[in-house]
């Protein structure tokens, strides 16, 4: 079966509170694909609305292209992996396993047989008789996801499931994730707050705020050509200067700020006189040479060294700092605090973004 | 409703609902209300049910007042005075128990420590798995003119005639105040073991008398529980029937004797159920108050 | 001695004088089993016997109540655990709103003395009865029947909050992840809830036959012919007193100071079961740990 997901115009509210409004995207068969934003962006409301556990306010999801309205949890091809994994505690891993093939009524040694694999697959193998209580945080992960997969779903949801894991053990189970994903080639939906695993795993992103789809694209669109101030800001570190269009000269845009008139892409077409945000990423900023264009005059304030780059925060409007950072080759200038500086970055990098929220920090 | 079905599917939600309903319905409101109902009714034969008699009437709760159309007594005196002395030693029974309680609850909660404390709890519930029937009658072992106490005080050469406990209605109260006493420990025993043991120290540190500590720390932290026993204890000893069966003096009577015979001997229930309203009410009555007093709701109170 | 030690004595002396009240009626009666005369007394002591024993059984009376007894706590829990475990569910999911209202409803019945729950249970099924025309001589009309329903109307409030405490620490995602990889509604519920509650269920269990085993206010009215082992006690007592009460309850003491540990040791077994597997948790983890350093 295919198991392309679309969501059709949904809309999903709680009385008054609009969670998810009008989303409206198609995910192909076999893709792994990211819903990513903060906490309270309506992530969630949409994983259990594909799963089952809620139905749309308005419009629909299809699943290979069939309306799922009406059907309930148990009786989609879905399987989903929860924030806190909700393991069976009193029953063993390879009960837990096996648990869906019991529900649909297979036998005993073919349930044995299925759980051993899936438990080879996760690198578990002798471990089916434990307690689940009796197992590592990383090995309850593993078997959380080899639950669902037992069940063949032809959609895994996942809910932020490394969120509850340290940092060494995240990052080990993005690459595991990704080549699970990769050897049972079935469409995973994930959900996450955190870019760095959206961005590591994922062949699109949908990027999500305040209950709208924000963007759709893959790692390095959403990254390189984000359409909206929220996108740019929450992939990533960005520095916004908010201004005025004043012209607009082939594919780019003139802005007025108050470092003076600056040059970006105009890659959402705005018009002279309409107020608009420019941003232009860290790494894509260096001290000027000469008279390059887009030259911002500032004073640095501090500096951090970080190993393998080189952060510089200058004066920049109102309390936010601009920040710029450099690859470290081996023969970064210093810099004192209150220096003057002239930094500057090229027109291509930057984007001119109409106003709109920013994340916050 | 439809989200409830949704989440528990038909089947279970069809247990869930015919369950809650049978016993809340059919158990719990409509045998409430038909008592109360019944309690306005004529005491009728079976032949008399339709006729001029099966109406509405306030007779039941009159005979409780004045007795007996045409009596020479004013009132019903004899009922009226079993009534107030229930209420009133039940109120007695309940602040003994109180006062029996708090410094043990106090103790195990705030002092005792680790397993010393679950054994004292352990030891504390033992006594009430035995039948509440045996426990009175343990008491009539230990309050009997032939008893252990008027033996051990004849031997003493303190009496010289055996004293009739159970005349003087000593034993009834000492066996109510024990029948319900673990029902005070606990409440007030989990009130106070809530209460962070700093603040103890803390009011002592600031020179607080231990009696202060008591009424302005202790006391206030632990108001559910003590809302809790209180109803607890007041309600128990005043719908007890065991143990004033058991206990009471012959001349002694407890209301929910009276109700008793009514249902019995008397053969009256509908005089019954009025009898048995007016004592649910007393029973509301005190326990409105103490929600009141203590400033607490009815969940802190049943847990 | 300081006045510390002073309070000290005190506050042990008053805790002495408190379990003696709670455990010398116990003590008493305990001694009047063994003693013999036709009398429950312990002064004066006549000597020793067991012969109250033995007299227990003959008692046909005494036993009848006690099958009766049995019989009615097995029907009290056959009523009183569904219902109890209905309600809590139902609690845990009523509107917020209602709440307070199912609560004080379904809390009542504790609150109320048990003399009601027997009358109003009595004259509601009673006119019941004659509405639905049950048969005079059927199971309705028995006092057995009347006894189950009027106990289970405040057993069920005990039953309901036992599991109410064990359903707070229910994780609601399980069933969510249950539904999700198929179960039915049925299914999840036995193989994932029933599971999770089992414990509480066997409480539940417990409690309402130990209940109703004891209750006697409730009985009294509902039992009319028929007779309970309390109801038979209570006769008893009333008539006059003979030591083979005594015996009877040193049989239950004996019987409730045996379950009490039993409890006591089965609680100590799951406790250390526990710990087990959180250590085993840890090795675990701390194997884990070992193997990504080695990886590195």
């Known amino acids: 079966m295919s198991a392309d997901v679309e969501l059709d115009h949904m809309t999903i509210r709680f009385g008054e509170f609009t969670a998810v409004k009008d989303a409206n995207l198609k995910i192909e068969d076999g893709e792994f694909f990211s819903f990513l934003g903060p906490s309270g962006c309506g992530k969630t409301t949409i994983l259990r609305a594909i799963s089952g556990f809620l139905e749309p306010t308005e419009g629909e999801v299809r699943i290979g292209g069939k309306n799922m309205k009406g059907i309930g949890p148990n009786k989609r091809p879905t399987a989903l992996i929860f924030q806190n994994l909700a393991l069976f505690p009193l029953m063993s891993v390879a009960d837990n396993i096996a648990f869906g093939l019991e529900v649909r009524g297979v036998g005993k040694a073919e349930r044995r047989k299925r759980a051993d694999e899936l438990l080879d697959l996760i690198a578990l193998g002798d471990q089916g008789n434990k307690k689940v209580s009796e197992l590592s945080g990383g090995q309850k992960q593993r078997v959380a996801i080899a639950r669902a997969l037992a069940v063949e779903p032809a959609v895994l949801l996942l809910d932020e499931p490394l969120s509850a894991l340290d940092l060494k053990l995240r990052q080990h189970m993005r690459t595991e994730l990704r080549a699970i994903q990769q050897r049972v080639g079935i469409t995973f939906i994930y959900i996450t ?101 887009n030259v911002i005059e500032s004073q640095v304030l501090h500096s951090e060294f970080e190993g393998s780059f080189f952060s510089v925060f200058l004066r920049g409007e109102g309390a936010k700092d601009i920040v710029m950072s450099m690859t470290n080759s081996g023969d970064l200038p210093q810099y004192q605090e209150g220096e003057s500086a002239r930094v500057a970055f090229k027109a291509e990098r930057a984007l001119v973004l109409p106003v709109g929220d920013v994340a916050d920090e | 409703m439809r989200d409830f079905f949704q989440r528990n599917g038909a089947v279970i939600s069809t247990y869930l609902l015919l369950a809650v309903f049978f016993w809340v319905v059919m158990m719990i409101v409509l045998p409430q209300a038909y008592m109360l109902n019944f309690s306005f009714r004529h005491d009728l034969l079976p032949n008399q049910i339709g006729g001029p008699k099966d109406v509405y009437t306030l007779s039941n709760y009159e005979y409780l007042l004045f007795g007996r159309p045409g009596d020479e007594e004013l009132f019903n005196y004899l009922h009226l005075t079993v009534f107030l002395r229930t209420i009133i030693a039940s109120i007695f029974v309940t602040l003994l128990d109180f006062a029996l309680c708090y410094p043990i609850a106090y103790y195990i909660a705030q002092v005792a420590k680790g397993g010393y404390a679950r054994s004292m709890i352990l030891l504390l519930i033992l006594p009430f798995w035995v039948n509440e029937i045996l426990r009175a009658f343990a008491f009539r072992i230990l309050f009997g003119t032939s008893g252990v106490i008027n033996a051990f005080l004849q031997t003493m050469g303190i009496l010289d005639e055996p004293i009739d406990f159970l005349r003087a209605d000593v034993a009834l109260y000492a066996g109510l105040s024990y029948a319900y006493i673990l029902l005070m420990v606990f409440p007030l025993y989990n009130a106070i073991e809530s209460l962070d043991h700093n603040q103890v120290e803390a009011a002592r540190d600031l020179g607080s008398p231990w009696w202060r500590i008591h009424w302005r720390v202790v006391m206030p932290h632990a108001k559910p529980g003590i809302a809790s026993g209180c ?10 029937l065991a143990a004033p069966q058991i206990l009471g003096g012959p001349s002694s009577l407890w209301f929910t004797q009276i109700i008793y015979q009514w249902f019995n001997t008397g053969g009256n229930w509908a005089q019954g159920s009025a009898y048995a309203i007016v004592l649910l009410l007393a029973c509301l009555v005190f326990v409105l108050t103490v929600m009141k007093v203590f400033k607490v709701s009815l969940g802190e109170i049943a847990r | 001695m300081s006045s510390q030690g002073i309070q000290k004595l005190m506050v042990s002396f008053y805790i002495l004088l408190f379990f003696l009240f709670l455990f010398a009626p116990l003590f008493m009666m305990g001694a009047a089993a063994f003693n013999d005369v036709e009398f429950p007394q312990v002064v004066p002591w006549e000597g020793f016997t067991l012969r109250w024993f033995p007299s227990l059984f003959e008692d046909d009376l005494m036993i009848e109540g006690f099958v009766n007894s049995i019989w009615i706590g097995i029907g009290v829990m056959a009523l009183s655990v569904p219902i109890g475990l209905a309600a809590a569910i139902v609690m845990t999911q009523v509107h917020k709103r209602l709440q307070t209202v199912y609560y004080t409803v379904v809390v009542s019945p504790v609150l109320m003395p048990g003399v009601i729950l027997g009358i109003s249970t009595l004259v509601f099924w009673d006119k019941l009865g004659t509405f639905m025309e049950a048969e005079y001589e059927s199971f309705y009309y028995s006092g057995m029947f009347l006894t189950i329903v009027g106990q289970s109307t405040f057993i069920s409030a005990y039953t309901m909050l036992v599991f109410l405490a064990r359903l707070q620490r229910f994780d609601r995602t399980q069933e969510e992840a249950a539904l999700d990889l198929g179960a039915t509604h049925v299914q999840v519920f036995w193989k994932v809830l029933i599971p999770f509650l089992r414990p509480a269920i066997f409480s539940a269990m417990g409690l309402a036959f130990l209940t109703s085993f004891e209750n006697y206010n409730t009985t009294v009215f509902t039992i009319q012919a028929e007779s309970t082992l309390t109801t038979v006690l209570a006769g008893k007592v009333r008539m006059g007193t003979q030591p083979d009460l005594a015996a009877l309850a040193v049989l239950i003491i004996a019987v409730t100071l045996i379950g009490a540990l039993a409890i006591e040791i089965a609680q100590r077994r799951e406790q250390r079961r526990e710990w087990a597997a959180k250590a085993a948790a840890a090795k675990a983890e701390r194997e884990a740990e070992a193997i990504a350093a080695a990886a590195e």
């Open chain 1, 193 to 293: 707050h955190d870019q760095g695993e959206a961005l590591t795993m994922s062949d699109r992103i949908a990027v999500m705020s305040q209950g709208i789809i924000q963007q759709v694209g893959t790692g390095t669109e959403v990254y390189e050509n984000s359409q909206t101030a929220f996108v740019a800001s929450f992939v990533g570190e960005n520095n916004p200067f908010h201004g005025k269009v004043v012209g607009t000269e082939g594919s780019d845009a003139l802005v007025d700020t108050a470092f003076g008139r600056l040059r970006g892409r105009n890659v959402r077409g705005m018009q002279p006189g309409q107020s608009a945000m420019l941003f232009v990423r860290p790494e894509s900023m260096s001290f000027a040479n000469g008279d390059a264009e």
């Open chain 2, 231 to 240: 109803t607890l204890v007041f309600m128990l000893s005043a719908g007890a």
